[in-house]
């Protein structure tokens, strides 16, 4: 029973370690798609609600951009060798960080374009009050799928990275 027990374990074991790779590779390729239809759900969901308050979905998306980027970037110091691998860190952040940016644009020309219609500082026509707001709900959905694009770069890249080093001391589960 001994024999038995210590044969499939150890048959067990090697189907682990060649399986965990590819589940590994894989998953880190579905957590890409998500991001990238995650963001393009909000993008659509920011243009289907051009003239609505839409700045929590943008500020939010701008505080976990940014972030993954500052761990991004702080990886990219911690890491002393390969250089290889600090400078895929580096450009994963420097993507997140561009997404970050753009989400905060987007945050920015909306809440820009409510508080300058609100009547705070001036009460203009009806017509150019819903014009004004649907362009600038328009240009801050456009800011936002620059912003996922980004991410989605960023993410893609910072999966790369962690994969090849997921392998670095054995055994990784």
């Known amino acids: 029973m001994r024999r038995l027990l210590t044969w499939l374990g150890t048959g067990v074991s090697f189907v682990v370690i060649k399986a965990v790779p590819f589940l590994v590779a894989a998953q880190f390729?579905?957590?890409?798609?998500?991001?990238?239809?995650?963001?393009?759900?909000?993008?659509?969901?920011?243009?289907?609600?051009?003239?609505?308050?839409?700045?929590?979905?943008?500020?939010?998306?701008?505080?976990v951009i940014a972030s993954l980027a500052a761990l991004s970037f702080a990886a990219c110091r911690s890491i002393p060798d390969p250089p290889d691998h600090q400078d895929r860190f580096r450009y994963a952040g420097e993507r997140l960080l561009h997404g970050a940016l753009f989400a905060l644009y987007?945050?920015?020309?909306?809440?820009?374009?409510?508080?300058?219609?609100?009547?705070?500082?001036?009460?203009?026509?009806?017509?150019?009050?819903?014009?004004g707001i649907n362009v600038a709900g328009f240009?801050?959905?456009?800011?936002?799928?620059?912003?996922?694009h980004a991410t989605y770069g960023g993410v893609s890249a910072l999966h790369r990275v962690l994969f090849l080093r997921v392998g670095r001391r054995r055994p990784f589960l």
């Open 139 to 148: 240009l801050s959905s456009f800011s936002f799928g620059f912003a996922t």
């Open 29 to 63: 390729r579905v957590i890409g798609v998500l991001v990238l239809v995650t963001g393009a759900l909000f993008t659509v969901h920011l243009l289907k609600n051009m003239s609505t308050d839409t700045t929590a979905i943008t500020n939010g998306a701008f505080v």
């Open 106 to 131: 987007a945050s920015i020309l909306k809440y820009a374009a409510f508080a300058l219609y609100s009547g705070l500082l001036w009460d203009p026509a009806p017509d150019i009050k819903a014009q």
